[in-house]
């Protein structure tokens, strides 16, 4: 999921902060609206070894790289359940959330808000989410856990998760802003600049 202000603001989030932006990881690049992999649903992890934990760590720098709140595992080609998630943009290590296999197991509420997403660069629309979700996901070293949240981050989950299932944020807005959307990215392709 992009941040919200991914114009210069954005940026200057970054700028602040980087003794914890500066993950182990490397950056990938994220891979963008059109590519099929991010339109079919990922694979099940089931081993738990070093290779998910360095996955882990390109995960982070991919995102704070992209001054991004989420990214799931699709975004930079592989097609399996895994995202990462931290609202802070890096602020706060403590809010590091990595999901393994996630699924949302409860959800209340309903808030309509603006919403990107990383694969969809320079586009917004107005999605409505629940306010609050409960997933149940493993960590890293394949340990089960349940996380509650509320508004953005709960928003998140649901956008990263759904990116596990191949559904983009464009399959939620109204079918008007949407081929608005995929049209002016289909210039964009034309003319070489997406
Ligand atoms: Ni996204």
């Not at 963008?32 to 081993?47: C, N």
Request: proline fraction near 5%.
């Amino acid at each position: 999921m992009a941040n919200k202000s991914t114009s210069s603001k954005g940026s200057t989030v970054t700028a602040e902060t980087p003794a914890v932006a500066a993950t182990k990881g490397k950056i990938c690049p994220i891979v963008k609206y059109g590519d099929p992999v991010l339109e079919k649903p990922a694979a099940t992890i089931t081993e738990f070894d070093t290779e998910l934990g360095q996955l882990v760590e390109d995960m982070f720098a991919s995102m704070y790289a992209a001054n991004g709140v989420g990214l799931a595992a699709p975004q930079i080609g592989k097609s399996i359940r895994l995202a990462v998630v931290d609202v802070t943009l890096g602020k706060n290590p403590e809010a590091k959330i990595v999901l393994v296999n996630p699924e949302i197991i409860h959800a209340e509420g309903e808030v309509r808000e603006e919403e990107g997403c990383l694969s969809v660069p320079g586009f917004r629309g107005y999605v409505v989410r629940p306010q609050f979700v409960t997933v149940r996901a493993q960590n890293a070293k394949g340990e089960t856990f349940e996380i509650r949240g509320e508004n953005l981050l709960a928003r998140a989950f649901c956008h990263e998760i759904d990116h596990l299932h191949g559904i983009l944020f464009l399959t939620h807005l109204s079918m008007l802003k949407r081929d608005l959307i995929k049209r002016k990215i289909k210039k964009l392709r034309k003319e070489g600049e997406w």
